[in-house]
């Protein structure tokens, strides 16, 4: 059984910012991230794949957001720089621990595992 645990969350003022981290259990295929902001659908921020670093990032958060990984560590980044109060989310981290064709980077479905997310407000 795979398990994602994040850290990192915290409450800050617009502009600051935070890193959040998600630890998995073991190696995988691709990571990702993804908010959920009450009252709205889950949707995706980031994400990365292990092989070869290749990252893809949702609009809103393309020049502010950096996904990262330290694979000996089995471990995923977020760095959020310039926060604003519309990241304001539950921000869960997901994994997939198998390649597939079918993978997209931006669809929930793609994921097979997820954090218990962790909390980030940006106050203004």
């Known amino acids: 059984q795979v398990q994602l645990v994040e850290s990192g969350g915290g409450f800050v003022q617009a502009g600051d910012s935070l890193r959040l981290s998600c630890t998995a259990s073991?190696?995988?295929?691709?990571m990702g991230w993804f908010r959920q902001a009450p009252g709205t659908e889950r949707e995706f921020v980031a994400s990365?794949?292990?092989?070869?670093?290749?990252?893809t990032y949702a609009d809103s958060v393309k020049g502010r957001f950096t996904v990262s990984t330290d694979t000996t560590k089995n471990t995923m980044f977020l760095q959020m720089n310039g926060l604003k109060p519309e990241d304001t989310a539950v921000y869960y981290c997901?994994?997939?621990?198998?390649?597939?064709?079918?993978?997209?980077?931006?669809?929930?479905?793609?994921?097979?595992?997820w954090g218990q997310g962790t909390q980030v407000t940006v106050s203004s």
């Open positions: 990365i794949t292990w092989s070869d670093d290749s990252t």
């Open positions: 997901a994994a997939k621990m198998v390649a597939s064709a079918y993978y997209r980077a931006w669809q929930r479905s793609s994921y097979s595992y």
């Open positions: 073991g190696r995988m295929y691709a």
